[in-house]
């Protein structure tokens, strides 16, 4: 009785995730891998090929457009690392228990206006007739109005801002568990700042770096809005290209198949990216 | 000359001061002890020595030369944490190779220098363990090679045995006065456990609200304590208060709280008339009539075995005292009637703690 109980419960627990991970990943998923194996011949006559793929590399555009995403989300990470880990770092570490919470509640803030409401509000700043630009004429800083949307530098900047939180949050959290004491062993036994940083932090906070690299990278890939509205009609984002083909060229062969790349392009460059880095998801991610 | 002096050292946060005008001076190669509860600022003594705290006043020297503008990593003390603090991303040898590296010693130099010092503390050959494969007593041996390879003038110790289990505590104790022995550097222990102070230290400071009430050797303390704060906390005193009635030269009689006249030794200024605390050691009573000395009379409360340190509780009126009874050897009986009786000087009397 009590066994069939714990079994029914364990089924409860795990039934709204198997049906999540089933009927929202994986069947999608499967059906954008078997919609980019056809071959449109004709009017609703379907053959199964790689004509989708070969397509995909045939043409310089799709593949440039593929490893620019993939350079600028590398670099949003690294942007996002470096500017995350010194406040992460004082809010795990530093700061006082009281401030601590409010740190970290003036972090999620941000979460709490849509994406598309904050791209706005960038425009807003960095329009040629934003905040910014006429600020600086009044003040005779410049002569006339910039531009400061739409160039890679403006993508970038949001994608971070977008982003930080995600890289932010698994840092405190494993910067947390650190005893205050390994920093103090590491000066007393003659290491300079440099020294502890290099050798003690960084290696305790790996699992958070790399949970938080993955996250930020493969949010940063994948995301829409903020490039499209920042960085204008040549951003040139993956994405754009893959909404390009579903939505305004109705080529859902064509539009699964670079669906399919994004995925397997941006988890070979996770993979590679442990593989520099020495790290692996088993002593990081995974560690207990 | 001293590997280790402190000179009026003061420390204040704010209004409250944790150390209040320490001095001391440690010779070369001896184990050293500061004993206190909890609280009572040893381990900001500690950090001030490894250059964690800056003191507010007074001075600290290492080997003769003043540290206070020398910053941690400058400082040739070593620390021993009280959690020991090993890099848990790093195996055994890594972590004692750590301070070697931060020297910027040649890699040839580092090996031999990590297999010598592991063998030094008995455990040759464990250069490539992750560190949470080691049991305790091997975790606290790995700390104490990670300090003793970069061969250090002092050796600071805070409270290392605190967390393995009393058995482990007990054989560590002895490995501890062994080690110290061997690498021949000076140890400063700083602990609230008064066996740990007592079995290791070759000087026991004692330490209280801040300041030192007594340096001496473990035995001086424990024979000739200068204060009641002392006289409690070092060893097991039976403590009983009452008011000084005499004072003839060495002896003085005492009108006890719970009635009865007793005799003893002042041991500070107090004056007839005074509150005051008698204490008394277990070992420095006797059960059954005899000649010596003063006694009580009570009744056997109860029998605590406990090998060579058993003992008697005897109920005399309604206080409890407590009587060495070795192997419980007296062929006493619960609810017996019982005399406990000591010599005059055996019993110290002080003035009464305030607190």
């Known amino acids: ?288 | 000359m001293y590997d280790l002096s402190c000179a009026d050292v003061t420390k204040s946060f704010g209004n409250f001061t944790a150390v209040r005008n320490v001095s001391l001076d440690i010779p070369s190669g001896s184990f050293f002890s500061i004993l206190g509860p909890s609280g009572c600022g040893k381990t900001t003594l500690m950090r001030m020595i490894a250059g964690f705290e800056t003191p507010t006043s007074g001075d600290i020297r290492i080997k003769g030369d003043s540290v206070l503008t020398l910053p941690p990593n400058k400082r040739n003390v070593k620390m021993v944490f009280q959690h020991l603090a090993l890099f848990p991303m790093m195996t055994v040898g890594e972590n004692i190779a750590y301070g070697l590296r931060c020297r910027g010693e040649s890699k040839s130099d580092i090996g031999p220098k990590v297999a010598r010092v592991l063998d030094r503390v008995g455990l040759p050959g464990s250069e490539d363990k992750q560190i949470d494969q080691l049991s305790g007593g091997q975790k606290q041996r790995i700390a104490i090679a990670r300090c003793m390879v970069l061969e250090p003038d002092v050796l600071l110790l805070d409270e290392p045995l605190g967390a393995l289990d009393l058995k482990l505590r007990e054989h560590m104790k002895i490995e501890l006065k062994q080690l110290q022995h061997q690498f021949e550097t000076t140890f400063l222990y700083i602990t609230h456990d008064q066996s740990e102070a007592l079995v290791m230290s070759d000087n026991v400071a004692v330490m209280n609200a801040g300041r030192f009430e007594q340096i001496g050797s473990p035995k001086a303390l424990y024979d000739d304590p200068s204060s009641g704060f002392v006289a409690g906390f070092v060893g097991d005193s039976n403590v009983l208060s009452g008011t000084l009635t005499e004072v003839r030269g060495d002896e003085a009689q005492v009108m006890l709280d719970g009635g009865g006249l007793i005799l003893g030794r002042v041991c500070d200024a107090s004056k007839a008339g005074d509150k005051v605390e008698v204490f008394l050691r277990p070992e420095s009573l006797r059960l059954g009539a005899g000649a010596e000395g003063t006694m009580m009379a009570g009744k056997v409360e109860s029998l605590l075995f406990n090998g060579a340190s058993s003992r008697v509780l005897i109920r005399v009126d309604d206080q409890l005292i407590e009587v060495a009874d070795p192997e419980q050897s007296s062929s006493l009986v619960k609810g017996a009637d019982a005399q406990v009786r000591w010599s005059a000087d055996r019993a110290r009397i002080f003035a009464r703690r305030s607190a």
């Open chain 1, 1 to 288: 009785m009590s066994r069939d109980a714990s079994r029914l419960s364990l089924i409860l627990l795990f039934a709204p995730f198997v049906l999540w991970i089933g009927l929202l990943i994986i069947l999608p998923q499967v059906g954008i891998g078997y919609t980019s194996l056809r071959e449109k011949i004709s009017w609703n006559e379907y053959s199964f090929g790689l004509k989708n793929y070969v397509d995909f590399l045939g043409e310089p555009v799709y593949r440039n457009t593929l490893l620019r995403t993939a350079w600028m989300s590398i670099l949003v990470t690294a942007l996002a690392l470096v500017m995350g880990f010194p406040i992460a770092y004082y809010i795990a570490k530093i700061a006082r228990e009281r401030s601590r919470a409010a740190l970290f509640l003036m972090c999620l803030i941000p979460l709490w206006v849509s994406d598309l409401v904050r791209a706005y509000g960038w425009i807003v700043l960095l329009r040629e007739t934003g905040v910014i630009s006429t600020a600086l004429v009044k003040w005779g800083i410049i002569n006339q109005p910039i531009e400061m949307l739409y160039n890679d530098m403006t993508v970038i900047i949001g994608l971070v801002y977008t982003v930080i939180l995600f890289m932010i949050v698994p840092l405190v959290s494993t910067l947390q568990g650190m005893d205050d004491a390994l920093l103090e062993a590491g000066y007393n036994l003659g290491g300079s700042r440099l020294t502890v940083l290099r050798r003690i932090i960084i290696p305790y906070a790996m699992p958070g770096i790399v949970s938080g690299c993955i996250i930020t990278f493969m949010l940063t890939a994948g995301s829409y809005l903020t490039p499209i509205l920042l960085g204008g009609k040549n951003s040139s984002w993956f994405t754009e290209q893959i909404y390009n083909q579903f939505i305004t060229r109705y080529n859902w062969e064509s539009g699964s198949a670079f669906g399919v790349a994004l995925l397997v392009f941006t988890s070979f460059v996770v993979w590679a990216g442990l593989r520099l880095t020495g790290q692996s998801l088993a002593t990081t991610v995974a560690k207990d």
